[in-house]
């Protein structure tokens, strides 16, 4: 299996507060993705990066912000979290463009 | 931008029946093409893949057909069993460095299947 961690898996916190999911792998990949996955809405790309401090936008990336100051972690931050935050997110890695990517086991957020 | 429709789930099937997953997309340049399994309670894992026009991606039975000249990618099962069950993305990656999209991996939204037996 991929080296590939999400922390935490479980969490349920208030909204307005601030919250921050992390990515660790240890297969020294490139690309890092962080993706929400919600009833109806299939996997929707929040940000991924293609680089340390290389970071670009998804299709759903207001309302987070995400870092990654060295290869092995990605963290994705939610500022201020509100209630359609809520959903369960995965973080995922790949090596090139054009090969397989690997997804962590997922984070289930709930936003109350 | 970048984008992949999936045919509208979920499918129910009965056990050795003739399985189309539809999958079509928009792209600039020459994407790879991905189809991912997700059981559930996991994450998503790759079925099967294909990098360029015309090539073929297959695996446990799966197989898919890179189409350029229809945008599609539609996955297909000769014969489908109950372990079969699960959400099936198709997804998609351009493979030409430049602008935003370095990198990106896009995914439909998914088609839910279960096979009776």
């Known amino acids: 299996d991929a080296g590939i961690t999400q922390s935490p898996r479980h969490k349920v916190t208030e909204t307005g507060t601030p919250v921050t999911l992390r990515c660790h792998q240890t297969?020294?990949?490139?690309?890092m993705y962080w993706y929400r996955q919600d009833p109806g809405h299939g996997l929707r790309l929040i940000h991924y990066?293609?680089?340390?401090?290389?970071?670009d936008k998804g299709e759903v990336s207001d309302g987070y912000s995400v870092s990654r100051s060295k290869t092995e972690d990605f963290l994705l931050t939610l500022e201020s979290a509100t209630s359609s935050q809520t959903s369960v997110y995965f973080c995922a890695i790949r090596g090139g463009m054009d090969t397989e990517a690997f997804f962590g086991q997922g984070t289930r957020l709930t936003v109350v | 931008g970048d984008s992949v429709t999936q045919m509208e789930g979920p499918v129910t099937l009965s056990e050795e029946a003739f399985l189309t997953i539809n999958c079509t997309y928009t792209?600039?340049?020459?994407?790879?093409l991905f189809w991912y399994v997700q059981y559930p309670g996991e994450g998503l894992q790759l079925l099967l893949k294909?990098?360029?026009?015309?090539d073929k991606g297959s695996n446990k039975g799966f197989e898919a057909t890179y189409r350029k000249e229809t945008t599609s990618f539609h996955l297909e099962k000769g014969s489908v069993q109950v372990s079969d069950s699960a959400v099936y993305f198709c997804?998609?990656?351009?493979?030409?460095?430049?602008?935003?999209?370095?990198?990106?991996?896009?995914f439909g939204q998914g088609t839910i299947l279960t096979v009776h037996p």
């Open positions: 997804a998609l990656s351009p493979t030409r460095a430049g602008g935003t999209s370095y990198g990106k991996l896009t």
């Open positions: 990066s293609y680089g340390v401090k290389d970071t």
């Open positions: 792209a600039t340049g020459y994407p790879s």
């Open positions: 297969e020294n990949h490139r690309y």
């Open positions: 294909a990098t360029k026009a015309d």
